[in-house]
């Protein structure tokens, strides 16, 4: 929030871009890692949060989630150590025949298009070593459809 401060045209700085990792973890049922999972699904839902009008036309500070899906890092070394439920090797093992752990070029790439182009609130996935695919329309549709179901 500090950054914002420096950031928000409102009180004297330029505005801004704050990109936020979220992960393919944030946006399936992985049982594998529902720690990890939980606390990416918190960043995209945060996100979404903080990118709602009157944030952006007060601050002029855009706010755009990035989901990559798994990604050849540091991250991913000795990920077998570190998971919670060992049952869930089966999930793992049929993922592992439908997707691939794609190259950092390609999450480079992904970051490069959205910060040219993406809108406030927009929501991107990059997997697979595939082009950044837009998510926005999906993720407000299906958070939209939640939210009417809790009003009177
Ligand atoms: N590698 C993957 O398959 C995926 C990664 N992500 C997300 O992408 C982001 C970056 O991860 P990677 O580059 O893959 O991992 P990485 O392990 O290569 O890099 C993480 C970096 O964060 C730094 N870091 C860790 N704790 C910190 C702290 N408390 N304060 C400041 N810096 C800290 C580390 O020093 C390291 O440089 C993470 O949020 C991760 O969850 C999302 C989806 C897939
Ligand atoms: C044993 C290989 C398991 C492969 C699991 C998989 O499909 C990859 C998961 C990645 C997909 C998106 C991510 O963000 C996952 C990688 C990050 C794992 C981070 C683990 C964090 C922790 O140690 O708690």
Not at 65 to 83: F, H, Q, S, V, W
Not at 86 to 106: A, E, R, W, Y
Not at 121 to 145: C, F, R, Y
Request: proline residues 4%; neutral net charge.
């Amino acid at each position: 929030m500090k950054a914002v401060r420096h950031m928000r045209k409102d009180e004297g700085g330029e505005g801004g871009t704050i990109v936020n990792i979220s992960s393919t973890a944030g946006l399936c049922k992985y049982t594998f890692l529902p720690i990890y999972g939980g606390s990416k699904g918190a960043v995209l839902h945060f996100s979404q949060s903080l990118a709602r009008e009157p944030f952006y036309d007060n601050t002029g500070i855009r706010v755009i989630t990035l989901c990559p899906g798994p990604t050849a890092t540091k991250l991913m070394e000795g990920l077998d150590n570190r998971i919670v439920e060992t049952s869930s090797m089966k999930q793992i093992q049929s993922l592992s025949d439908v997707q691939i752990i794609q190259s950092i070029p390609s999450a480079v790439a992904a970051m490069m298009k959205l910060l040219k182009e993406g809108d406030n609130g927009s929501v991107w996935l990059s997997a697979n070593d595939k082009p950044v695919v837009e998510l926005t329309e999906k993720i407000n549709k299906h958070l939209d459809e939640l939210e009417k179901l809790t009003l009177a």
